[in-house]
């Protein structure tokens, strides 16, 4: 079983809302990661998590905060957005960052207002 | 600057049209090429990982091939279920630990 689960499928918020994005695998996976893909882009990487730990920070707006409670959740937590935050956000998850392929859920479309 | 090229940015083939994707490549030291393929409005499905030129992977009417400098994936008659966008990422070092840097994909559709 390959899967990654997230929820919600679709989010609408608007800039002064609070809301929080969930992943869960169940692979034994002890690297997870968020990407943000916009319409006719590839996905970019927002953040790495390994071992529960934060390894990767690409440089993302502190209005993205991200959070892994244990070892197969993922939390984004969404605060003041702007409307050009709206897009596609994916997470994945890897047996390790190493030689490991990624496993992507299905993705969260948010729409900023 | 490491990069991910693909080409064509979209292409049309008949059902049973065999055809090639590209991918190619310009990173110091490739520590993995992977295929994936991503439907519209979904997450991308893994379909191969690839680590040292001369090696190749199938999986059904897909085969992926890897070179010094690319990697090609060759659709072999193709059929409509085919249609995605495939993309091609590689795997980089950054501060101890491992990220994937995509290509911008390949729009494939398949004609009945």
């Known amino acids: 079983d390959t899967e990654v689960t997230q929820t919600p499928k679709h989010l609408v918020m608007g800039m002064t809302n609070k809301k929080s994005l969930k992943c869960e695998q169940h692979?034994?996976?002890?690297?997870m990661y968020w990407y943000k893909q916009k319409a006719k882009k590839p996905p970019e990487l927002m953040f790495v998590?390994?071992?529960?730990?934060?390894?990767i920070n690409e440089s993302v707006p502190s209005r993205f905060s991200p959070e892994c409670p244990n070892s197969s959740l993922l939390n984004l937590h969404l605060h003041a957005l702007q409307p050009e935050d709206s897009a596609l956000y994916l997470c994945?998850?890897?047996?390790?960052?190493?030689?490991?392929?990624?496993?992507f859920g299905p993705g969260t479309r948010l729409t900023v207002t | 600057e490491d990069q991910v090229t693909q080409s064509p940015e979209a292409l049309r083939l008949q059902e049973g049209e065999s055809s090639s994707l590209n991918c190619s490549y310009t990173?110091?030291?490739?520590?993995?090429l992977f295929w994936y393929r991503q439907d519209p409005g979904k997450g991308p499905e893994f379909l191969f990982t690839?680590?040292?030129a001369g090696e190749e992977k199938e999986k059904e009417r897909l085969k992926a091939t890897l070179t010094k400098k690319e990697s090609f994936l060759h659709i072999t008659a193709p059929k409509p279920e085919d249609s995605a966008t495939y993309l091609c990422?590689?795997?980089?070092?950054?501060?101890?630990?491992?990220?994937?840097?995509f290509g911008k994909g390949t729009k494939l559709t398949v004609n009945p």
């Open positions: 692979m034994g996976h002890r690297a």
């Open positions: 998590y390994s071992y529960e730990k934060l390894s």
């Open positions: 990422a590689v795997r980089l070092t950054q501060g101890g630990s491992e990220k994937l840097v």
């Open positions: 990173v110091s030291g490739l520590r993995g």
């Open positions: 690839l680590y040292s």
């Open positions: 994945a998850s890897s047996q390790g960052t190493g030689r490991y392929e990624q496993y």
